[in-house]
C-alpha cells in the first residue's frame, strides 16, 4: 500500500475505533482447558492473558481502504496462488460480521504464544503501537505427529533458539501458516493502538460464524 492508502485505512480504523468488541481470557498456546493430569511445567498447563478488540467488518464502507483492497479483482485468487490452496478449498468467509474485520491493541493488550486452529491467517499492517509489537514465531515447532512439547516449553521459557522476530511495517501484507508455528505478538508500549486488518478465508462456501461467535 502507499503511504496515502495506509494512512487512509488507519483514519477509517479510527473512526470505528470505539466499535470493537473487546475480549479479555487466559489462554495456553492450544486454546484448550486445563488438564490437572498433566505435569504442572507441560506447555499445555501454562496460562498467559490474552486481550484485544475486534472491530467487525459491518463496520467498514463498500468504498473505503479496506474494502478497496479486499474486493479488488485478482485479490482472492492471488492469496490463493500464494498458499497454493485448492480451488475446491477456497472460499470468502461468507459471515457478514467476520469477513473483513480490524483487530485493535494497545499497550496492557496482547496475543501471547499461540498456535493457529485455522491452517493460515491474512493480515494487513496498518498501524504499529509506539514500541514493541514485533511479530515473533518459531517455524514448523510441531507437525501432525510430534508436538514437540520440549521444544514449546522453551520458547515459552524464552530460551529457544528457534524464534524469528519480525518486525511488519503499515501497508505490509503478511500470509502465515500458523497451526504448526508457534507465534505471538510481542508486548505493546505507548498511547498508539496496533492496528491490523484481517481478511478471512474457508474451506467451504456459505461459512458462517457460530450464533456465540456472532454475539
Known amino acids: 500500500m502507499t503511504p496515502t492508502g495506509v494512512g487512509c485505512a488507519v483514519a477509517e480504523a479510527d473512526a470505528?475505533?470505539?466499535?470493537?468488541?473487546?475480549?479479555?481470557?487466559?489462554t495456553n498456546a492450544y486454546f484448550t482447558a486445563d488438564d490437572p493430569t498433566l505435569s504442572p511445567d507441560d506447555p499445555r498447563r501454562r496460562f498467559f492473558d490474552r486481550s484485544n478488540a475486534f472491530v467487525a467488518a459491518d463496520n467498514f464502507?463498500?468504498?473505503?481502504?479496506?474494502?478497496?483492497?479486499?474486493?479488488?479483482?485478482?485479490?482472492?485468487?492471488?492469496?490463493?496462488?500464494?498458499?497454493?490452496?485448492p480451488t475446491d478449498r477456497f472460499f470468502r468467509y461468507a459471515d457478514p460480521l467476520a469477513e473483513v474485520i480490524v483487530n485493535a491493541a494497545a499497550e496492557g493488550n496482547g496475543f501471547p504464544w499461540h498456535f493457529d486452529t485455522n491452517n493460515f491467517t491474512v493480515t494487513l499492517a496498518l498501524q504499529n503501537a509506539d514500541r514493541g509489537g514485533a511479530f515473533e514465531y518459531a517455524r514448523m515447532i510441531r507437525d501432525s505427529r510430534n508436538e514437540n512439547f520440549d521444544e514449546?516449553?522453551?520458547v515459552l521459557d524464552g530460551t529457544s533458539d528457534k524464534v524469528v522476530s519480525l518486525q511488519l511495517e503499515p501497508g505490509d501484507l503478511q500470509l502465515f501458516k500458523g497451526r504448526y508455528s508457534l507465534h505471538r505478538v510481542a508486548p505493546l508500549e505507548g498511547e498508539t493502538p496496533r492496528y491490523v486488518a484481517m481478511f478471512s478465508y474457508v474451506e467451504r462456501p456459505?461459512?458462517?460464524?457460530?450464533?456465540?461467535?456472532t454475539q
Open 16 to 26: 470505528v475505533s470505539d466499535k470493537g468488541h473487546r475480549s479479555y481470557s487466559r
Open 61 to 85: 464502507l463498500s468504498d473505503g481502504v479496506l474494502r478497496t483492497v479486499f474486493d479488488s479483482d485478482g485479490f482472492d485468487e492471488f492469496i490463493r496462488e500464494c498458499l497454493s490452496e
Open 152 to 154: 514449546v516449553s522453551k
Open 206 to 213: 456459505g461459512m458462517v460464524g457460530s450464533v456465540e461467535r
